[in-house]
């Protein structure tokens, strides 16, 4: 099946700190690509939406420029939270579908997500 | 706008007992709806999907139909064990390009010996 592959799955870091965090499709193209972040025991919150060569969609209230988003290929789209602080410590889960000729339901498929702790 | 409602938690179930957890929508149209699976640390499991009126998703026991007339996608096992333990999340979409999963704010089930 399709498989996302996220790295790191776990990052601590001092506040200040910019991470970069990979989200890649392994096995298919990824045309769209969504991250979504959550909190300690609440569900997942859309952060962005993007489509490989273009700016990301962002929600509203998340913040493009301390977010930055970046889907340079059809396999890879990264996610950089820029000057973390501890506000920023989250889940932070990445999500793929891809594309096939005819067929418009194609499923989205999760990474394993990333642990961001901000001291 | 869509929407997922589920109920809330934690659930604490006993080992072998009947497990519902209630989920309804709002949508637009004919979504397709989805259980997913969260185990602690861990990422989201797709467990189960159905994606038109009357579908009824199936796995590792769970089962859930997909009710058109009360928008509703209620996930059910028959007897739980201690293994399923997680976080359920209900999630909706139209599989429209950009249109990202919708989740519910997922229940807590907790198993017990």
């Known amino acids: 099946g399709a498989v996302v592959s996220q790295h790191p799955s776990w990052v601590i870091c001092k506040s200040g700190t910019s991470v970069k965090i990979e989200c890649r499709s392994l096995?298919?193209?990824?045309?769209?690509m969504f991250w979504y972040r959550q909190f300690p025991k609440q569900s997942l919150m859309l952060m962005a939406t993007?489509?490989?060569?273009?700016?990301?969609?962002?929600e509203q209230g998340v913040e493009k420029d301390k977010f930055l988003i970046n889907h340079a290929s059809l396999t890879l789209s990264t996610l950089t939270v820029t000057s973390a602080h501890p506000e920023d410590s989250s889940f932070y889960i990445c999500?793929?579908?891809?594309?096939?000729?005819?067929?418009?339901?194609?499923?989205?498929?999760f990474g394993d997500g990333t642990r961001l702790s901000i001291l | 706008g869509n929407s997922v409602t589920q109920m809330e938690g934690p659930v604490t179930l006993s080992e072998e007992a009947f497990l519902t957890i209630n989920c309804t929508y709002t949508a637009t149209g004919y979504p397709s709806l989805f259980w997913y699976v969260q185990y602690p640390g861990e990422g989201l499991q797709l467990l189960l999907k159905a994606t038109k009126a009357d579908d009824k998703g199936s796995n590792k026991g769970f089962e859930a139909t997909y009710r058109k007339e009360t928008t509703s996608f209620h996930l059910e096992k028959g007897s739980v064990q201690v293994s399923d333990s997680a976080v359920y999340f209900c999630?909706?979409?139209?599989?429209?390009?950009?249109?990202?999963?919708?989740f519910g704010k997922g229940t807590r089930l907790s198993v017990i010996a």
């Open positions: 993007s489509n490989e060569g273009s700016k990301a969609t962002y």
């Open positions: 096995d298919f193209q990824a045309t769209t």
């Open positions: 999500s793929a579908r891809g594309f096939q000729q005819g067929r418009s339901n194609q499923p989205q498929h």
């Open positions: 999630a909706l979409t139209r599989y429209s390009g950009n249109t990202p999963l919708v």
